[in-house]
């Protein structure tokens, strides 16, 4: 895929580029679709929109990180207090 004539290889790469464009700016869009190569020219949502929704994504992120930390944290605790009743060490070796 390649937007503008750069090679995107992730989602980051496209976020970069979308985010450098002019209000109302056409992008060229070129990708290989059933073995041919497809070009054609969009006018992404404006900007402020496009980052509205990273917004939206990196609050989720964050809220998904909050809760594998406490699940984290809550295991460690588990296995912590499973081996002060069998009398081991923790962490173990």
Known sequence: MRIN?????????LRRIL????????????????????????????PSAVNMHLDELNSQFQELREVVVDRARSGEASALRKCRRKKTSWPPN
Not at 5 to 13: K, V
Not at 28 to 33: A, H
């Open 19 to 46: 985010s450098r464009l002019k209000d109302r700016e056409a992008v060229l869009v070129e990708l290989y679709r059933d073995g041919s190569l497809k070009k054609f020219s969009i006018v992404p949502d404006r």
């Open 5 to 13: 004539g750069s090679g995107i290889g992730s989602g980051l790469e």
